[in-house]
């Protein structure tokens, strides 16, 4: 047990495997940590480890900056205007992202102060800071472990070790204040949840419940994003089941909300919905890789929208308006609502398996 800036860290011995870790990620530490710089994986990479899953990629922090780890790599570039972050890359279009410590700009607000604070939502996260500060900026004990590999220990500043023996998700910090700080991490709960099958913190869930309406306020497009996320990871089920429980999904996308909570046990439309989310889940695991964007939202907004058309003359325009808030509330792009359209008009015909001239339509094979 070390003390490091009055926060408490814990040093484990995990051996991780050699062979469980990305080889051109451990020439990036091993450069920088060379040329006299901190450097760990950290993030999501060191959680699927510990947790025996694959990695989707591997993260670096350090203290260098960005122009510092630019100066050490050649095949290196600096992004972003707000977050800078340096990309090394690697051949295969592999990209290994290096980004220095940062702090939580709001971390000097006592808890008490926080709660005072109406609006805690952070618009500029680009404050360095130090390696501690970095782990506490991050949003739940799980996400916030450094892996350092020359020691092959985990640095574990918020308790995120003993949260993966138990496979529980919790916030670091009190989670009222880093969910109302940024209401999609949330979604990133959920998402966490139900891909890695870990259970979420009584007292996490309660307030995921209790901020639910912060959602409407994040940024569109990262909620548009999110959604996608949980479709994608082969836990769309899970996903969908928990942010329509949690109440998100009455915020997000109410349309859909009201449609399960009518239709639940009904064994018609809801049913459907939730057979047709196991169907993408089984056909992303067996492919390794997500479906079309496309094909996500169809499974998602089929069957209400399918409702709302029932009985209209003009079906086009009632798709129209079914789809019209939603792109305003959750900036879906103009080409997935448009394609959405199209494809609710086709499926009258592929069902009675007349496919004739559908099969010159770009959106066929999607809808199939
Ligand atoms: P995935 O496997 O889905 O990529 P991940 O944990 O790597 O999961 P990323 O979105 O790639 O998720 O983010 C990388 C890391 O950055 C996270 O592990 C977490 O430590 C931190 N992070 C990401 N989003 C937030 C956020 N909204 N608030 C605080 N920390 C965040
Ligand atoms: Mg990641």
Redesign the pocket.
Known sequence: FERHGGTGLLRHDAPLPDDSIDPDAAKVVRRLERAGYQAYLV??CV??LLLQGKP?DF?VATNARPEDVRALFRNCRVIGRRFRLAHVLFSGGKVIEVATFRRNPGASLSEDDAAEVDDLLIRSDNVFGEAHEDAL???FTI??LFYDLDRRQVLDWCGGMEDIGNRAIRTIGDPYVRFRE?P??SL?AIKFAARLDLGIDPVVYDAMVATRDDLAKAARPRIFEEILRLMRGGAAHRSMWLLWEVGAMAVLVPELAAFLDDEEGTGGGAARFWRRLDAIDTLTRERGAPLDDIVLWTALLHEPLAEACTGERDVIRAAYDFLEPIIARIAMPRRIADALRRILSMLPRLSSGRVGRLARTEFLELAL
């Open positions: 993030g999501g959680r699927d989707k993260d900026r991050r949003d996400n916030g940024d999609v991490r990133r």
